[in-house]
């Protein structure tokens, strides 16, 4: 199967790109002492969910581009095995995107000034790894169980587009619609500040402490001086550019499931090539 060969080797190049620039990430926070911070302890988990994605993948697609294919019923086995390590490590929702929305949340809570909210999370570092890995491999074994893995294109996992859409598109959208409201929410807060800095006035409108700047690695943060080194209003304008860029990166592999899920068609190579490109990010 040609297009499955051609699907398979650029997955394989993309998968082991994402292993280093997330092994670099590993290696970064492990050998400088100064990233290791609590807001790149979050970073740190994100870096290790992509890394045992991209390793999961350069398996199955190195076996495909030798010639072993995977979808062969004497490797079924394997194949199981290799969609309960991509439903828990590549496309959970509670791996990669849990430590997105982690990010969003503490960043809120520390520029927002919820203390003792703030202080919780920062006291309890080891919850925030073993919630989501908990229930990641608990959904994981479920699918196995109730559902069952097969062969989707590089890898294996659900082969049903409608299961897909379920256990992944529509709560992926929920978390990207949530770090929208939280993103859009604190640029709200920093435009207003900037703006309360700005102006010539008393300023009565709370604004972030220097010691809410350090929590999240930020230096002192902006001071009220027109030579600001992070003025409050790029900062705000910044917040907003990975959510959004991370929605509409999205549209593309969310389109071609309904698309397939709807249909009962496949899409054309190049789409899903990019929609497989896309999960694998």
């Known amino acids: 199967m040609e297009s499955e060969e051609i699907l398979s080797r650029i997955i394989l190049v993309v998968s082991v790109a994402s292993m280093v620039g997330s092994g670099w ?21 994100l870096g290790i969910s992509e890394f045992l994605a991209a390793s999961n993948v350069v398996i199955s697609a190195g076996l495909n581009t030798t010639g072993i294919e995977i979808w062969n ?15 828990t490590f590549l496309v959970q929702i509670l791996l990669a995107d849990y430590w997105i929305l982690s990010i969003a949340i503490c960043t809120y809570l520390i520029l927002m000034d919820y203390v003792h909210a703030a ?110 080194a992070i003025p409050l209003k790029k900062v705000s304008l910044q917040m907003m550019v990975y959510p959004t860029v991370y929605a509409l990166i999205w549209i593309i592999p969310t389109s071609v499931r309904i698309y397939q899920g709807m249909t009962g068609k496949r899409a054309p190579l190049a789409l899903e090539i990019l929609e497989k490109v896309i999960e694998k990010r």
């Open 119 to 228: 202080s919780w999370v920062q006291n309890h570092k080891i919850a925030l790894w073993c919630i989501p890995w908990g229930l990641s491999i608990l959904w994981a074994v479920l699918g196995l169980v109730v559902v069952g893995y097969g062969y989707a294109g590089g890898w294996c996992w659900f082969t049903s587009d409608r299961v897909r859409i379920f256990v992944n598109f529509i709560p992926r959208w929920t978390i990207i619609l949530v770090i929208l409201c939280i993103y859009t929410r604190l640029c709200l807060f920093l435009y207003r500040s900037h703006k309360a800095l700005s102006s010539d006035h008393d300023i009565t409108l709370q604004t972030p402490h220097p010691h809410q700047w350090q929590l999240l690695d930020i230096g002192d943060g902006p001071t009220p001086t027109s030579h600001s």
């Open 25 to 45: 990430i590993i290696i970064s926070f492990l050998v400088i002492p100064s990233l290791r911070t609590f807001r790149h302890q979050l970073i740190l988990g």
């Open 73 to 87: 019923p004497s490797l079924k086995i394997f194949c199981s095995f290799n969609g309960l390590m991509a439903q």
